[in-house]
């Protein structure tokens, strides 16, 4: 595609800037639960397995995000805004809560702005934004609700993306 067609449809102001977060690094155990409220800064978040990440509308900063396997995720409002801003490594593998998956994907929306690959292992609902990152969906978990725009995108076979654009209530 030429650059003047897919800048107007993905308006972007490329690259990214980086940002700074806070130092505060959180590990959510088996049996614990993280509620994420609006402005929330992190330099780390890693849910482990049987932990519960709970995700209020808003709009937060994370420097590393590592939903391990077993981990997790539960959208409080399904549809509402939820903008997530990484600047490192993303390891997701959760399990999403939440059983209505194109309902979330209108509202989730990640950020990288980083250069560093991404691996989406596990279930994904959201639009995805990685213009200087390879994304790869579809190691594990083969359905994704949502939309992506990266640096190169690889989809494995057998994977099933339904396109659901970024729509918020």
Request: aromatic share 12%; net charge neutral.
């Amino acid at each position: 595609y030429s650059d003047s067609l897919w800048k107007s449809n993905w308006p972007l102001l490329l690259p990214i800037d980086s940002f700074q977060t806070a130092p505060k690094a959180v590990v959510v155990k088996a049996r614990d639960t993280l509620f994420l409220d609006s402005t929330d800064t992190f330099k780390l978040i890693r849910v482990e397995s049987m932990g519960v990440l709970v995700i209020n509308p808003g709009e937060y900063w994370v420097e590393e995000l590592q939903i391990h396997s077993g981990g997790q995720l539960f959208f409080s409002q399904p549809g509402q805004p939820v903008i997530l801003h990484v600047n490192g490594n993303v390891h997701w593998h959760p399990t999403i809560i939440n059983v209505d998956y194109p309902m979330v994907a209108k509202g989730v929306k990640m950020i990288h702005h980083g250069s560093i690959n991404m691996f989406i292992e596990g279930p994904f609902a959201g639009t995805i934004i990685a213009p200087e990152s390879n994304l790869t969906l579809g190691q594990s978990v083969k359905s994704f609700y949502g939309s992506v725009f990266a640096k190169n995108i690889t989809l494995h076979q057998h994977s099933k993306f339904y396109h659901i654009p970024y729509n918020p209530k």
